[in-house]
């Protein structure tokens, strides 16, 4: 099973509005990332969670906050967003962090569609 | 450091006919390479990837892909295009302690 769950499949919010993303593996991956993907474009790395960790951290605003609860889970917490936020937010899982395995497959989850009013 | 080029940001076909998606990499390491497909509205899937094993790769749905060191190529083909093909396609290398980093995409047109 090589899959990755994401709640919700969309989500509508307005810029004063406290919400949260989620993801789920169920691979035995130790590794999880938060992409972000705007229309038309590559997804661009967020954050990286390494053995629960938080390992990378790609100078993402403080409006996000990420959060690893255990080795399944990975939430992003949304705060005061503004409208260029909305894109999709991709989750993904690998079985190592980039401290090795550098030819470990990343699996993605479906997505959040996200919008920001 | 490392990079991906993806030449062509849109490649149009006719069903039936080869489907040749190019992409060149750059790397101080030897690399590890990887083609994923996203449909509409969707998340990105695994197509293939080259982890130094073998120079063709065969993936899913048909398509492979040739590790050509000489040329830093590492082009997707597949023989005979189908409608359920088109769908964008990133291109994508890691290598040594980095993290995964993607082409700009390049969206494949299939025609009846």
């Known amino acids: 099973d090589t899959e990755v769950t994401q709640t919700p499949k969309h989500l509508v919010m307005g810029m004063t509005n406290k919400k949260s993303l989620k993801c789920e593996q169920h691979m035995g991956h130790r590794a999880m990332y938060w992409y972000k993907q705007k229309a038309k474009k590559p997804p661009e790395l967020m954050f990286v969670?390494?053995?629960?960790?938080?390992?990378i951290n790609e100078s993402v605003p403080s409006r996000f906050s990420p959060e690893c609860p255990n080795s399944s889970l990975l939430n992003l917490h949304l705060h005061a967003l503004q409208p260029e936020d909305s894109a999709l937010y991709l989750c993904?899982?690998?079985?190592?962090?980039?401290?090795?395995?550098?030819?470990?497959?990343?699996?993605f989850g479906p997505g959040t569609r996200l919008l920001v009013l | 450091a490392q990079s991906v080029t993806q030449l062509g940001s849109h490649v149009s076909v006719s069903e039936g006919a080869l489907v040749l998606l190019r992409c060149n990499y750059s790397?101080?390491?030897?690399?590890?390479l990887f083609w994923y497909v996203q449909y509409p509205n969707q998340g990105l899937q695994l197509l293939l990837k080259y982890t130094s094993a073998a120079t063709l790769v065969k993936g899913i749905n048909g398509f492979e892909a040739e590790f050509k060191k000489s040329e830093t190529s590492f082009h997707l083909t597949k023989p005979s295009a189908h409608m359920s093909d088109a769908a964008e396609y990133f291109c994508?290398?890691?290598?040594?302690?980095?993290?995964?980093?993607f082409g700009k995409g390049t969206m494949l047109l299939v025609s009846p």
């Open positions: 969670y390494s053995y629960e960790k938080l390992s």
């Open positions: 994508a290398v890691k290598s040594g302690y980095s993290t995964l980093t």
């Open positions: 993904a899982s690998s079985q190592e962090s980039t401290s090795g395995g550098a030819g470990e497959t990343q699996y």
């Open positions: 790397s101080s390491v030897p690399p590890y």
